[in-house]
T-cell receptor
Framework: GENVEQHPSTLSVQEGDSAVIKCTYS??????FPWYKQELGKGPQLIIDIRSNVGEKKDQRIAVTLNKTAKHFSLHITETQPEDSAVYFC?????????????FGKGTKLSVKP | NAGVTQTPKFQVLKTGQSMTLQCAQD?????MYWYRQDPGMGLRLIYYSASEGTTDKGEVPNGYNVSRLNKREFSLRLESAAPSQTSVYFCASMVGVGETQYFGPGTRLLVL
């Protein structure tokens, strides 16, 4: 089945710097890759996603890139702000039965220092 | 539009006690999911329901049962709670296969 590896597990940056979180997946048939942000005491919230027919997607300060050949995708946050501090999860669409459920990475705790 | 709601928010159980975690969504989504989140383990799928009337096991189903009561509601039951089931439980829903999952606020469960 699908396996998703996420690195680093913790990341500390200075306000205004960029942050990059990387994920690799194992199932070459996976075609949907969302990123979730989880603030303390809350449920994960989708921040951006990408499908396998696209190599890059941007939304203001957030971008995601996908390399299907290497089976890895990355989250890029530019001009980081203290409110970006949270745990970020990547995920890949799996093939459990025929339902296409998501398999999540173990998360990256991002700390943005003012 | 409340999205995905979960009750209770926090619960303490003794080993061997039973309880049901409730989840409801008002977005008319077909698929619903139960995950558990443990430190350093990310989100692991317990059970899911692709549509009303169907349920399937996920990665870590042992010790749990689920009921898809109707399209809106999906409950998770612990028949005999164990300390290993201490975790944060999240319910999620999705409109169709491969689309965005929307998560509830979570239930924090402590089993003593």
């Amino acid at each position: 089945g699908e396996n998703v590896e996420q690195h680093p597990s913790t990341l500390s940056v200075q306000e205004g710097d960029s942050a990059v979180i990387k994920c690799t997946y194992s199932d070459s048939a996976s075609n949907y890759f969302p990123w979730y942000k989880q603030e303390l005491g809350k449920g994960p919230q989708l921040i951006i996603d990408i499908r396998s027919n696209v190599g890059e997607k941007k939304d203001q300060r957030i971008a995601v890139t996908l390399n299907k050949t290497a089976k890895h995708f990355s989250l890029h946050i530019t001009e980081t702000q203290p409110e970006d501090s949270a745990v970020y999860f990547c995920a890949a669409k799996a093939r459990i039965g025929s339902q296409g459920n998501l398999i999540f990475g173990k998360g990256t705790k991002l700390s943005v220092k003012p | 539009n409340a999205g995905v709601t979960q009750t209770p928010k926090f619960q303490v159980l003794k080993t061997g006690q039973s309880m049901t975690l409730q989840c409801a969504q008002d977005m008319n989504h077909n698929s619903m999911y139960w995950y558990r989140q443990d430190p350093g383990m990310g989100l692991r799928l317990i059970y899911y329901s692709a549509s009303e009337g169907t349920t399937d096991k996920g990665e870590v189903p042992n010790g749990y049962n689920v009921s898809r009561l109707n399209k809106r509601e999906f409950s998770l039951r612990l028949e005999s709670a164990a300390p290993s089931q201490t975790s944060v439980y999240f319910c999620a829903s999705m409109v169709g296969v491969g689309e965005t999952q929307y998560f509830g606020p979570g239930t924090r469960l402590l089993v003593l």
